[in-house]
Structures are given as structure tokens and as C-alpha cells.
């Protein structure tokens, strides 16, 4: 038998991401800054865990995320 995973330890939320949760992680990231993954989904009020608030930031909120494709790529 293995360890349980956290989401089921703390009861944590998964699955999809409301609007609501990324304008409190925006908020909380803009007040406190990036880095100390851990405090943030208690200072922001989330029901999230750690990880899941630091890839949600670095995949989907962050202001300077290049979204498409890159310039360097060329359709022959």
C-alpha cells in the first residue's frame, strides 16, 4: 500500500479552475509576490494545493506569457 495522495488528505479542490480562483491567486501573487508556494493558498483563500496554484500561475496567469506560436517556427 502506498501513501494517500495530498488532494485526499487536506481535501483539497481539483479539476477545473473557476474565475473567481484565478482573480484571488492574481491578487495574492501581486500582493506577496512569486516564490513560497506554500503560504499562498491560504494568504489567497484557495482551496488548492501548492502545486497546483505555482502551475496555474506559470502555465495560465502570468503577464508575460507568450501565448501561440513562436516566431522562430516556419511552415515549409
Known amino acids: 500500500m ?3 495522495p495530498a ?5 483539497v479542490r481539483k479539476g ?3 474565475q473567481e480562483e484565478d ?3 492574481r491578487k495574492c501573487i501581486e500582493e506577496h509576490g512569486e516564490g ?5 493558498p491560504l494568504r489567497a483563500g484557495l482551496n488548492r494545493c ?3 496554484c505555482r502551475l496555474r500561475w506559470l502555465n495560465y496567469l502570468r503577464p508575460n506569457l507568450k501565448r501561440g506560436r ?3 517556427t516556419k511552415w515549409i
Not at 36 to 40: A, I, L, N
Open 2 to 4: 502506498g501513501r494517500l
Open 7 to 11: 488532494t485526499e488528505i487536506l481535501g
Open 16 to 18: 477545473a479552475w473557476t
Open 23 to 25: 482573480v484571488l491567486l
Open 36 to 40: 513560497k508556494w506554500r503560504h499562498v
Open 50 to 52: 501548492r502545486k497546483s
Open 70 to 72: 513562436s516566431a522562430k
